[in-house]
């Protein structure tokens, strides 16, 4: 027996983003006296301000198709994306994904980030940028992708009714 030095190692999951107090000398852990929050990223956890900081989770997320590509002005394009919590995190995120177009014409489509897919119609013509965008919630953070996509005219046809006076007088 005697004095040793030992370190303890752990993993966790977290369940809540904030600074927590870590104890050193036993009893109940101050950072959830209920055992309800896990303790997670402890390489801020030093003798000197003995706290453990839990931030939120980085998200992906990825433009997988924006069909029709190209499209016509005014026609509904389908853009679809990936989204998912990045390890260590875990967990569902709330909130939103918008997609925006990179001109003033204010096209924009929205649905649940775990929706995967919202419809947009666009409505001018040319090369446009699509981002789609999780703004991130209270313990998981937001992030972003861009896919190009080619709008184009609508085609027209004109018909002729009638033709006035018939015939006409040179």
Same mark, same amino acid.
């Not at 303790?39 to 956890?45: A, P, Q, V, Y």
């Not at 190209?70 to 509904?76: A, I, K, M, N």
């Not at 313990?139 to 709008?151: K, P």
């Given at each position: 027996l005697g004095a040793s030095t030992f370190e303890v190692g752990f993993s966790a999951t977290p369940q809540a983003v904030g600074v927590y107090q870590n104890p050193r000398s036993g009893g109940t852990a101050q950072i959830d006296p209920n055992n309800v929050i896990a303790?997670?990223?402890?390489? =801020? =956890?030093t003798a000197a301000n003995n706290t453990v900081?839990?931030?939120?989770?980085?998200?992906t997320t990825t433009i997988t198709s924006d069909n029709p590509d190209?499209?016509?002005?005014?026609?509904?394009v389908t853009v679809q994306w990936t989204f998912a919590v990045l390890g260590p995190g875990a967990g569902t995120p709330t909130g939103n994904m918008t997609v925006t177009v990179n001109d003033a014409s204010g096209d924009t $489509? &929205?649905?649940?980030? +775990?929706?995967?897919? $919202?419809?947009?119609?666009?409505?001018?013509?040319?090369?446009?940028?699509?981002?789609?965008?999780?703004?991130?919630?209270g313990?998981?953070?937001? &992030?972003?992708? +861009?896919?190009?996509?080619?709008?184009n005219l609508a085609n027209t046809t004109t018909t002729i009714t009638e033709d006035n006076p018939e015939p006409s007088v040179p």
């Open positions: 303790e997670s990223n402890d390489g =801020n =956890n900081t839990v931030t939120g989770a980085n998200t190209p499209s016509l002005v005014g026609e509904t $489509c &929205s649905a649940a980030a +775990t929706a995967g897919s $919202c419809n947009l119609t666009l409505t001018t013509q040319g090369a446009k940028i699509l981002t789609a965008t999780y703004a991130g919630d313990n998981f953070n937001g &992030s972003s992708d +861009t896919e190009t996509h080619q709008v």
